[in-house]
């Protein structure tokens, strides 16, 4: 048959979607990027936050037209969407002929192959918690020099704003041996970059007895010939242990990078968040990084609007903010969700208010990016090209190991670029130019 697919939501939900695409592949079925085109349709969801809902549900429904104007029959809906809301996609849209969740993805072969049920929606429920292997094939969706590497699955945290454990289960680690041996596979493939990924990296290990096991992984990562960067991302705060540091410190492929979701600053916020921790222990907790890791690029996450948070919680985040001067930074406004801890509280803030208090926030963040971006320009550094840039066909453009795909800024290409530039090259580039976010520089023969 031919399967048409799209991936909405984070990287772990890419990497669940490349495993289906590939067991699909693998069974002889032809994978397209037509929706005229394709015979079956699979959605696979994001549920996380209200937008990424509304996101998930206009994607079903815009597929769904797809059963009248093309060639479409057969409508199937996986993930985290499914995971919260199995039995309302069932009842409230009839064009889904099959739904399967997170622990479920297996299943993608049965419900694609089966014929619809006149009456009723097939649903697959797994008994085993799921977590791929090397042994699952994958269609990878990234360029061709990237990829992403799910390390462990499901979360252990109580986060109070988080649906994350509801939908993906407990946490649980892929065993090393079975990590390096895709890294190896994936090296033989031409990826030069890996991003590790998990909900929280700094737990993997855990529990498979070895409180150290990321740090070790890194190490081990850094052996396998062909991959030149290895990132780790969704580093938790409370995880954070000097052997990781040196790890990442120490193996040359190690992007010298830490993703590390802080959420707030004040004390009281993060409490009620059931984060732990307060201003001055992150503060010192960000020295240690930086002191353990030199010239270290942080990024961070903050969610404002947390029901309860008052102007004081904001200014104390703001003096955060400009005091740790992170390189990257990223603001959420919170989002009420029913199945959350954090529902029932009281002191919502209304929205306008959680969006002014984003604006303030990355308004003060761009200020800091293009101040840190200026001491970049001279500088000649090493660039992994990744083509024409999105942005105009004039320019190429790539990402300093310190810049993740997708998520942080880029560095613009605007000279040097030859016949024989290819992208998934790692070369010498002079920063020329800074913006808030993004830089600008030309290829250096130097």
């Known amino acids: 048959m031919k399967i048409g697919f799209v991936s909405l939501g984070c990287p772990k939900n890419l990497v669940d979607s490349e495993v289906m695409l590939g067991l699909l592949a693998q069974s002889g079925n032809e994978i397209t990027t037509s929706q005229e085109d394709a015979e079956v349709i699979v959605v696979n969801t994001c549920g996380f936050i209200e937008s990424a809902k509304q996101e998930s549900i206009d994607t079903i429904l815009e597929m769904a037209q797809q059963k009248i104007k093309g060639n479409c029959r057969k409508l199937i809906v996986a993930g985290c969407l499914v995971e919260r809301y199995r039995k309302e996609l069932m009842e409230q849209i009839p064009e889904i002929d099959a739904v399967i969740g997170t622990n479920e993805i297996p299943d993608i072969l049965k419900v694609c192959g089966e014929a619809p049920q006149i009456g009723s929606v097939p649903q697959y429920q797994s008994r085993e918690l799921y977590l791929y292997s090397d042994f699952d094939p994958r269609v990878l969706t990234t360029p061709g020099y990237s990829a992403y590497v799910k390390i462990a699955e499901g979360c252990d945290h109580p986060c109070s704003f988080c649906v994350i454990p509801q939908m993906r289960g407990p946490f649980r680690s892929r065993p090393m041996d079975s990590i390096l041996r895709e890294a190896s596979s ?261």
């Open 186 to 446: 994936l090296a033989k493939q031409g990826i030069k970059e890996l991003n590790l990924i998990g909900q929280d990296t700094t737990m993997y290990g855990w529990d498979l007895e070895n409180r150290r096991g990321l740090a070790d992984l890194i190490r081990g990562l850094g052996e396998v010939e062909g991959i030149e960067w290895v990132r780790v991302l969704y580093v938790y705060p409370n995880n954070v242990y000097d052997e990781l540091l040196e790890a990442i410190a120490q193996t040359p492929s190690a992007c010298k990078y830490i993703d590390i979701p802080l959420q707030h600053a004040s004390r009281r916020v993060l409490k009620s968040m059931k984060r732990g921790g307060n201003r001055s222990s992150l503060s010192r907790l960000i020295e240690r990084i930086r002191s353990g890791i030199p010239e270290v690029a942080i990024r961070t996450t903050m969610i404002v609007g947390f029901p309860g948070e008052k102007e004081e919680d904001v200014d104390e985040l703001m003096g955060f903010v400009e005091e740790m001067r992170f390189d990257r930074l990223g603001v959420f406004t919170y989002s009420d969700e029913e199945d959350c801890a954090a529902y029932p509280l009281d002191e919502k803030v209304p929205e306008d208010v959680k969006k002014d208090r984003q604006k303030r926030l990355m308004e003060l963040q761009a200020g800091i990016s293009r101040e840190k971006n200026r001491q970049m320009i001279g500088k000649c550094l090493p660039v992994l090209v990744e083509g024409l840039s999105k942005e105009s066909d004039l320019l190429w453009e790539g990402r300093l190991s310190t810049q993740a795909p997708d998520i942080d800024g880029v560095v613009y290409l605007n000279d040097g670029v030859s016949e024989q530039t290819r992208p998934g090259d790692i070369v010498p580039v002079r920063i020329t130019e800074a913006h808030e976010y993004d830089l600008v520089g030309m290829i250096s023969s130097v």
